[in-house]
């Protein structure tokens, strides 16, 4: 598990994981709208979880999101732990008001990422292989598109990239090689019938 959170909470291993499955530019916009809008519902949600009689757990969430993404890259969290602080009061405050609207938009927005991922992107989503990621670092990372997208750090954003593709081709050789098996494996049982 020590392993895992390192790896985790290092940017270059854990965005080039993110990256590798959100490669196509419709994916990723898809994915710009929809995540904070599902975690900013998500949050709303929550917000009728009590802690004590301030504070929530969409407050304690809110703040662990805010933390762990100053740990991940301190520019780029501080950056955003202004606005996780505004989708917070956004969800507790404002769309704990309006249940049905908010697990619409919520179901949308994961409804809509499947299908991103499976019609334009071509791969299944992250979450399959590592749910934590979609639940926590998605949201972190596409601030970080945009982010790169209007210029920020534009050496780490190439280093990313080129991490990105050796990444994807790896995946690609993975799976070709797994298609060639279950070609083979498939092309045997018809010969033994």
């Given at each position: 598990m020590h392993a895992y959170l390192e790896n985790y909470f290092n940017l270059k291993k854990s965005f080039v994981f993110y990256g590798s499955y959100h490669r196509n530019w419709m994916?990723?916009?898809?994915?710009?709208v929809f995540v904070p809008a599902i975690f900013t519902t998500a949050l709303s949600f929550i917000a009728r979880i009590?802690?004590?009689?301030k504070i929530n757990l969409s407050h304690i969430v809110a703040a662990f999101y805010a933390i762990s993404?100053?740990?991940?890259?301190?520019?780029?969290?501080?950056?955003?732990?202004?606005?996780?602080?505004?989708?917070?009061?956004?969800?507790?405050?404002?769309?704990?008001?309006?249940?049905?609207?908010s697990v619409a938009v919520h179901l949308i927005g994961w409804v809509a990422q499947i299908l991103a991922h499976k019609l334009v992107e071509g791969r299944q989503p992250a979450f399959r292989e590592d749910p934590f990621q979609a639940f926590h670092a998605a949201v972190f990372f596409v601030w970080l598109e945009v982010l790169f997208q209007l210029g920020y750090r534009p050496l780490e954003k190439e280093e990313l990239e080129k991490l990105v593709k050796e990444q994807v081709a790896k995946m690609d050789a993975k799976n070709a090689l797994q298609t060639v098996r279950g070609t083979a494996a498939s092309t045997t049982a018809k010969k033994v019938e």
């Open positions: 994916n990723q916009m898809v994915h710009i009590p802690i004590t009689d993404f100053l740990k991940m890259e301190p520019l780029a969290g501080a950056l955003y732990a202004p606005v996780i602080g505004a989708m917070e009061y956004l969800g507790s405050q404002v769309l704990i008001h309006y249940v049905p609207a």
